[in-house]
């Protein structure tokens, strides 16, 4: 299951959010689910966050050598539709 991420509509409106959704919180649900409409503590109206995603960050292509080490069979191709393992 997904996480997303929600905040109050006024986050800086003391009546209008809890201390929970004026600082955002996450929450795990399935795909299929509409998203919340509501805090679930205060009940007043929140949005969903679009958030960052993490990736690694690769900085030079693998070596063959980097890839056997990962556990990836290399293979070359010789002739058409021949493949060689290295």
């Known amino acids: 299951m997904p ?4 905040i109050s509509e006024q986050p800086d409106d003391p009546e ?9 919180f996450e929450l795990r649900r399935p795909i299929d689910r509409a998203p ?3 805090c679930l ?5 929140v949005r969903k966050v679009i958030s960052r995603i993490n990736t690694p960050k690769i900085l030079k ?3 063959v050598s980097d890839a056997k080490k990962a556990g990836f ?10 493949y060689e393992k290295l």
């Open 3 to 6: 996480i997303y991420e929600y």
């Open 16 to 24: 209008r959010s809890c201390r929970i959704c004026s600082r955002g």
């Open 36 to 38: 919340l409409e509501k």
């Open 41 to 45: 503590t205060c009940r007043n109206p």
């Open 61 to 63: 292509p693998l070596s």
């Open 73 to 82: 069979t290399v293979m070359e191709r010789r002739d058409k539709g021949v």
